[in-house]
């Protein structure tokens, strides 16, 4: 009885253990030793340096305008006879744009030129009379009286010739006003009206802008305007294919407005490109970069250094120099944002260490490695 106890406690025990036996192997070459170093994070870190102000740059944006632009049309009402150019064309000075139908007034100068010469017939003829009377006074056998009966006559007929000729000068005054003639270089923008046209005195017929100078027309704030002078060179800029302003022109003030803006209150600044310069058409768009101090004291750091923090604030993690060093957060306020870079304040001291980036892999009081770069802070026009 003792015998088949022991058996069956055997057969129970024996079959546990081998299988605990078995476990324990198959775990065994899976083991490591804990570690006993922590691997440390090396990150890039660089110097701030506190000032007490900087330099806000902000673009002005102003137009291109032409420097004499002419609605042109006749003095006269009448036919337009024809335009000679069209949209677009360049004109040279004296080029003839379009003309009148001038008939009408061709037979208005024959008429005046018949009547000048009447009223020389007429000149002529009291002068002889007068000569003859002034013979016979003086023989005395004509009175006083009748010379100057003949001089009078002659006064009236020498003033009939000035009306005519002041009437064929008229007509020849009507001509050369019936004809558009082009006052400067140019290059006719807007036809309005083609031959055949019935037009109005001081209508409209082209419109002609002047091709050899362009004038920028700048809205600046007052303070600005009235520090430049005329003469000053200044720098504009143009957009590129990608409408970034960065392209550099010289350019030189030629007037400031004596008037604000009472709607925008800026003055008026008007400059002209010098040089050799991207060609500019008539209502392109142009920039005018500003720069202005501002009082407050702070340092600039890369956009990358920040991260999220609360209250509207931002955190800039630092280290307190190089090699092993605890990561300790703070608190900034972000002033002006430029290119790349931003100016903040908060307590920081110059000399203090900035991670410059990978701040979200980072946790305040972390142990890090610290190692000391110079970070490039691009500056960009706002």
Known sequence: MKASRSTLFLALILPTVGLVALLVAAGSGQTQPSPTTVKQHVVDVMAVDVQPSYQQQRLVFGQVEATQYTQMGFELSGTVKQVYVDDGQPVQPG????????????????????ALDRATANARLASLSQQRIADLVTKKLESRQRLDEAEQSLAVANAGITEAQAQVDRIDVELSKSVLIAPYQGTVVNRQVDGGTTVA????????????????RFPLPSDKALSLMVGQGVTVLAADAKGHYGQAIDATVDAISQQRDPRT????????TTGDSEPLLPGDTLAMPLTRTVQARGSWVPKSALSSGVRGLWTVLTVAGEGAQEVIPVSVEVMFADGDRVYVRGPLSSGDFVVVHGTQRLVPHQQVVARTVDAKLTAGVR
């Open 265 to 272: 209150r800026t003055v008026d600044v008007l400059v002209s």
């Open 95 to 114: 080029t003839v744009l379009a003309e009148l139908d001038t008939q009408r007034l061709h037979a208005q100068r024959k008429q005046a030129v018949a």
């Open 201 to 216: 005195a001081g209508q409209p017929v082209l419109a002609l802008q002047q091709a050899t100078q362009r004038t920028l």
